[in-house]
């Protein structure tokens, strides 16, 4: 096994995606940058001032030449980590919904070496988030394998509010799935021996845009997870990659 | 069949065959793809030349009804393409993500360069 990340003080980043998110990246952008940590913008061909209201905030922005998708704008802000030595990577939304002061909670387990990657859940503990009675449904449906997989003991899959340490930083800008990778990259994790741990974060209803996750495209995906489990399963042997 | 049809078939195998080699000198087609539909038309010429071939084939193969091995072979040859089509665009698709990223990624070192010349040159 690795050696462990053990280290008072981490150098932070936060990897925020963004497409056409002008209202309010730039806030996101600066509350975090006054939790004290960096951040990078991915802009995945946004059409609007994504890039140029993320930058006026203070953010690294990383401008694509056109659409990759939520996972490959994602790993383009963990490849940007790698380059830049960071010890920790948060992925935050660039919608808003993902208050910064959860920041602390999502590194603790990592810089005490006790976790690869935390998970930030709305159901953990105390949470205003309800979300409609469908994308309820549709998160339940679409984390089923995972969360068989896993034993029910991550309560929310589908959360995008996540932190790496150094070692899956460097696995996923190297591999990492294309679209809906929060359930997937798990999927991908569940067989080889990675630590995640799950803490209680808040998330404030959304405030501009609309969810991606549908009941239809929730069945879809659950299907897209099954091959994606199917494909990590190491038959027999070792389950260290 | 009349003489016809096999005239026929052979006619249009002939135009595919040239199709492809035109598209070739073009540059618009990739030699390896150009060979197998190439080898597809000379295939189909062959067959429309001696049609008796696939009776001969389907009486090896136990096949009461010669044209329906005709059909299964060409859908299997249609098949395999297809196939083969849905592993290079997926390597493809791999390859381009991955180039977006490393070119974004380029161009924000570049531009912090830049701006960080700037700044000590003030």
């Known amino acids: ?241 | 069949m009349s003489s016809i049809t096999y005239m026929l078939t052979i006619g249009i195998a002939l135009v595919f065959g040239v199709m492809v080699f035109v598209m070739v000198r073009r540059g618009r087609m990739h030699e390896k793809y150009a060979l197998l539909w190439l080898g597809a038309a000379v295939a189909v010429m062959l067959l429309a030349l001696w049609p008796q071939t696939i009776d001969g084939l389907a009486d090896f193969f136990h096949v009461q009804y010669a044209p329906s091995l005709l059909f299964f072979l060409a859908i299997m040859f249609c098949l395999g393409i297809l196939l083969h089509l849905s592993l290079v665009v997926s390597r493809m698709a791999e390859q381009i993500t991955r180039l977006a990223q490393e070119s974004a990624l380029l161009r924000q070192e570049l531009e912090q360069g830049r701006l960080e010349n700037k700044e000590e040159g003030q």
Do not use: C, W
Not at chain 1, 94 to 105: K, M, T, V, W
Not at chain 1, 211 to 229: H, N
């Open chain 1, 1 to 241: 096994m690795g050696k462990s990340y053990l280290q008072s003080d981490p150098r932070v980043i936060a990897v925020v995606p963004a497409l056409n998110e002008e209202k309010s990246v730039g806030e996101v952008a600066r509350g975090l940058i006054k939790a004290g940590i960096d951040v990078v913008v991915i802009n995945d061909g946004s059409t609007d001032h994504t890039s140029e209201v993320a930058r006026e905030a203070g953010a690294y922005v990383v401008d694509l030449p056109f659409n990759l998708g939520i996972g490959g704008a994602v790993q383009t802000g963990f490849r940007f980590a790698l380059r830049g030595g960071y010890d920790v990577a948060i992925q935050v939304d660039g919608d808003g919904q993902h208050d910064p002061a959860s920041i602390a909670a999502l590194i603790g387990p990592i810089a005490e070496g006790k976790a690869d990657m935390v998970l930030g859940s709305r159901f953990l503990g105390e949470s205003p988030f309800k979300g409609t009675f469908l994308r309820r449904i549709g998160m339940v449906i679409f984390s089923g394998m995972i969360s068989l997989i896993y034993g029910g003991r991550l309560t929310d899959t589908t959360s995008g509010y996540r932190a790496i340490n150094r070692d899956l930083i460097a696995l996923f800008a190297d591999k990492y799935p294309s679209d809906y990778p929060e359930v997937e990259v798990l999927a991908q994790l569940a067989f080889i021996n990675k630590r995640i741990v799950e803490v209680p974060v808040v998330m404030r209803e959304r405030s501009h845009g609309s969810s991606s996750i549908t009941l239809s495209r929730s069945a879809f995906y659950m299907l897209k997870v099954s091959l994606a489990i199917f494909k990590n399963i190491r038959l027999g042997g070792s389950t260290h990659v």
